[in-house]
């Protein structure tokens, strides 16, 4: 049979042949509680609940006296662990958290923050706003996930966002004097798969069994103790409104079960937009404006006495000091709220959308939360307040509240809170084989059933009419060590060229176990659909040595994913300089042609040398920086001649 290939739309991938294998049919049923009958969970151990932040992170868990979430304090340096990641010059080991935010300003190239953001991203997702981190990220000119270089190294976001898992895990160890492998972690409700999948990668890469990913305004709603009870009904709002982003959640509550109706918000608003708006007031005020540009100990200064101010305004009428050239800053609460108006009303704006999204209105709540730090100031507790038409209840501590929750939530899986009820779950992840041999995961483990979940993926080979849908369930990044369940071909796709077909690939899971998979392409309406009954089923140790294998594996799966992504970015790049240098020599000098032709064949030397991620992703790096003007200017002629050719016309 013809080899046929695919790849997905996030993360691209190939479904390399395989010779058919017998079929292993699985059970795909377990409670999520399961793990006390067969002894695999020891309800002594902690399980941590993350909330990990754009701007800060934290880690809490369930107190063993009183049974209350609390926030973890390790040492006295406060719950709050800034999510700023420095890499020291000499090659140390990162520093993280408030440690590494001074280097934001002295060190930016070597100091990451807000990596939140990109995690589980391509650089196109970013829609211009890379440009604006002090930080480099690499565009690499495909479909692949953004990289971050720090000096002659690539990061990954999942790599720096398992350098906050790992402190924030470590600061758990030290103050509970217990080891910690077992995390729930939020995510923002409006978390996409791979944007979830990465936040899980991330866990694993600091060595957490990640039990369940949540969204964070169902873990607030948990921490204020809604939904906690079986029969309860309740919708209500969460307002977040943390330090660089904003966002809003509708949620219904029922049976146990959190339903996202809407959300809403805007992901470059927040706590930072005030203070920067108050140093941009003091900086007309005091003529600073000549002064700040390159002068940082100064922006410093303002920046944080600008933030001093604001948290000091939730307080007081009125804040002053000075600078350290003695210069006078003053700032009343009033001007402060005429500064901010602007952007609360674009907040309140969003909770108008979000509940017209899901078709309620303000007096269809039952409740409005609110949530993230910036919560603090009056203006935004007021305007959220007047605008849902009732109190928004601001009881807990708005920075600790989606790990509190979190927290809970990890009791509930621990099977401590009997009286919550227990769903049925998928214990192992379900996906299909994609590129390389990689695992692309559909259905995540602990979701609940029944479910139903699916992706899209497209051809890479044109002219290619089969496409062969290979389904596996396991927690490893490479198929082969996984369970193959079945493999089927979806045939008869209208030959097109690579790219065109759209295959949408559907998990069906349903309450008894049986998983339907569904490939159709949607353009010729081809379809093909295989059942995978619960037979010959996994025992719980199975399961459980099935867990406990990705994780001792981490490390070396993950950097297995990474180098065979990063060689078909690679591989694809070379595609198109080839195609590109064919198509348009005539634009191009004799010496460029050269040149480009060398530097493709040196990042075909490393790929054939097998060199590492780092190495490629150097060579990649040349090749576009002599490569991308050529594409402008090839671009510009274009646009000339279009626009001489309307001319004519
Ligand atoms: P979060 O991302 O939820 O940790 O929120 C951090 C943001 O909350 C930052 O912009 C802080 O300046 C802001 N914040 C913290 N405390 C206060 C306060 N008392 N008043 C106003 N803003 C605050």
Redesign the pocket.
């Known amino acids: 049979m013809q080899s046929v290939r695919a790849y997905s739309i996030y993360p691209r991938g190939r479904f390399a042949y395989r010779a058919p294998r017998r079929l292993r049919l699985t059970l795909f049923m377990a409670k999520v509680a399961i793990n006390l009958s067969t002894g695999s969970l020891q309800q002594e151990e902690i399980i941590v609940g993350i909330d990990l932040?754009?701007?800060?992170s934290l880690v809490a868990y369930i107190h063993p006296d009183g049974r209350q979430p609390v926030a973890i304090n390790d040492q006295g340096r406060g719950s709050?662990v800034p999510s700023v990641v420095h890499f020291p010059a000499d090659g140390e080991a990162p520093i993280v958290g408030n440690e590494a935010k001074p280097y934001l300003l002295t060190n930016p190239e070597n100091t990451i923050y807000s990596v939140k953001r990109l995690l589980g991203k391509n650089y196109g997702d970013l829609g211009g706003h890379a440009a604006q981190y002090g930080y480099k990220i690499i565009d690499d000119n495909s479909e692949g996930m953004v990289k971050i270089r720090v000096g002659d190294r690539f990061y990954s976001p999942i790599d720096l966002s398992a350098e906050i898992l790992k402190e924030l895990r470590a600061r758990a160890e030290h103050a509970l004097k217990t080891p910690v492998n077992r995390a729930v972690i939020t995510v923002p409700a409006y978390f996409n798969d791979s944007q979830r999948q990465a936040t899980r990668d991330a866990g694993r890469l600091a060595g957490l069994d990640v039990l369940r990913i949540v969204n964070e305004p169902t873990a607030a709603a948990l921490a204020y103790g809604i939904g906690l009870s079986p029969d309860e009904e309740k919708t209500v709002a969460v307002y977040d409104l943390?330090?660089g982003t904003f966002d809003v959640s509708i949620l219904r509550i029922q049976q146990g079960i959190f339903e996202v109706l809407s959300t809403n918000g805007d992901t470059y608003l927040?706590?930072?937009d005030m203070?920067r708006l108050l140093v941009e007031h003091w900086t007309g005020q005091l003529g600073l404006a000549s002064q700040l540009g390159g002068n940082i100990p100064l922006q410093q200064e303002l920046r944080l006495l600008a933030?001093q101010a604001?948290?000091h305004l939730?307080q007081h009428d009125d804040f002053q000091d000075e600078l350290t050239g003695g210069s006078a800053l003053r700032i009343s609460k009033a001007e402060f709220n005429a500064l901010i108006q602007p952007l609360v009303d674009r907040t309140i704006t969003s909770c108008r959308q979000a509940l017209t999204d899901a078709q309620l209105s303000t007096a269809d709540l039952d409740a409005v939360l609110l949530v993230?730090?910036?919560t603090?100031?009056p203006l935004v507790y007021e305007s959220v307040s007047t605008f849902f038409g009732q109190q928004a209840n601001n009881s807990l501590n708005?920075?600790e509240v989606v790990a509190l929750g979190a927290a809970i939530q990890a009791d509930i899986l621990a099977g401590n809170r009997r009286d919550v009820l227990l769903l049925d779950v998928t214990p192992l992840t379900l996906g299909i084989e994609t590129m390389g041999g990689l695992m692309d995961p559909i259905i995540g483990r602990n979701s609940k059933i029944p479910t139903k979940a699916g992706r899209q993926y497209t051809t890479s080979v044109d002219g290619q009419v089969n496409l062969k849908i290979s389904v596996y369930q396991g927690e490893r990044d490479l198929v082969r060590e996984n369970r193959k369940l079945a493999e089927f071909d979806l045939r008869g796709i209208p030959a097109m060229p690579a790219g065109l077909p759209k295959v949408d690939v559907n998990f069906i899971l349903n309450a008894d176990g049986i998983l339907k998979v569904e490939a159709i392409e949607l353009r010729s309406n081809t379809r093909q659909a295989v059942e995978i009954k619960p037979q010959n089923g996994l025992t719980d140790e199975q399961v459980e040595q099935m867990l406990m294998d990705s994780l001792v594996h981490a490390k070396e799966d993950v950097a297995a994913r990474m180098i065979i992504e990063t060689r078909t970015m690679a591989e694809q790049l070379i595609y198109q300089v080839e195609r590109f240098v064919d198509k348009n020599s005539q634009y191009l000098t004799e010496e460029e042609i050269h040149e480009t032709a060398a530097q493709v064949q040196n990042l075909k030397d490393v790929l054939a040398a097998n060199g590492d991620k780092d190495a490629i992703m150097r060579t990649v790096d040349t090749l576009e920086e002599l490569t991308s003007p050529f594409a402008e200017r090839v671009m510009n002629i274009s646009i000339k001649q279009a626009m001489q050719g309307k001319r004519i016309e």
Do not use: F, W
């Open positions: 932040g754009t701007t800060n709050i943390g330090g927040g706590g930072d203070d933030e604001k948290k939730s993230g730090g910036s603090r100031v708005p920075d």
